[in-house]
């Protein structure tokens, strides 16, 4: 009887050791962008029409000595639409599985009051899905100042084919200020980005 309750026991620790952890709590971070004095390789990748700077003005600066300035020209309504793009080809693999990408992001005023609502999304590709871009929808820009944008990486997803893949070959990621639901007014200026981290 004994052996037959441990090899019962056996085979359903096999079978939820194989599970794949789809819950597992996120990594602390260990990856940091303070844009102090540097881009570090960010910038943009030809299909929107910002300009990127470091910025050393402390009344837009989150923590430490520098930003990132995007003087951008946001448009829902022109074909194609007109974004705000905090863009990084690592031209090598990075690992964000399990990982909350953390950014500070500074809006203004004139920008968090138009309604409908401009978002800030994060986009990631990954070798695995050569020709798909896994997008994850952030909030809305409607909160003047600094707002902390966070996105929550799982441990993997499922494509159409059902096929499981992770998040340990990202070799690409860009942030984008949009509107791809509805006609936002245009706005130009402005936007700061902060503190990136994950």
């Known amino acids: 009887m004994n052996k037959i309750l441990i090899s019962i026991l056996l085979i359903m620790l096999f079978f939820v050791s194989c599970k794949p952890l789809n ?33 050393s003005n402390s009344n837009y600066i989150k923590a430490g000595t520098g930003s990132v300035k995007c003087n951008c020209y946001l448009s829902s309504s022109s074909i194609p639409p007109k974004i705000g793009l ?41 070798q695995s899905m050569s020709l798909i871009v896994d997008t994850f929808y952030g909030p809305a820009l409607n909160k003047a100042g600094w707002n902390k944008i966070t996105f929550t990486i799982p441990a993997y997803s499922t494509d159409s084919y059902n096929v499981t893949h992770d998040y340990q070959d990202v070799q690409m990621i860009y942030f984008a200020i949009e509107n791809t639901a509805q006609t936002a007014a245009d706005w130009t200026g402005n936007i700061y980005f902060d503190e990136l981290s994950w």
């Open 86 to 126: 905090l863009y990084q080809d690592f031209g090598t693999n990075v690992n964000l599985t399990n990982r909350v990408v953390t950014l500070w992001v500074y809006v203004p005023t004139e920008l968090a009051g138009l309604n409908p609502r401009y978002y800030i999304d994060l986009n990631i590709k990954r």
């Open 23 to 55: 819950n597992s709590e996120p990594l602390p971070a260990s990856v940091f962008y303070n844009f102090d004095s540097s881009l570090n390789g960010w910038g943009s990748n030809g299909i929107s029409n910002e300009t990127l700077s470091i910025n």
